[in-house]
């Protein structure tokens, strides 16, 4: 299992979190998602994961990842 962790600035809410963790769990190879809006990190647990598709992802939500 891989662990990849993402910094999402303009992350803020409880909505925010949501976004970006739905639209992460939907990435094939995805099996946990972490969101913390105090440090603005996102850790993404799973196998085979693809650093492009998670950011593609991430954007798709409507935010960016660092």
Do not use: F, P, W
């Amino acid at each position: 299992m891989t662990e990849i962790t993402y910094t999402v600035r303009d992350m803020t809410c409880g909505h925010c979190k949501q976004a970006v963790s739905s639209k992460l769990a939907e990435v094939a190879g995805v099996d946990g998602v972490d969101v913390d809006l105090d440090t603005k990190l996102v850790t993404v647990r799973g196998d085979d994961l693809n650093d492009a598709v998670l950011r593609a992802a991430i954007e798709e939500a409507g935010y960016e990842a660092a």
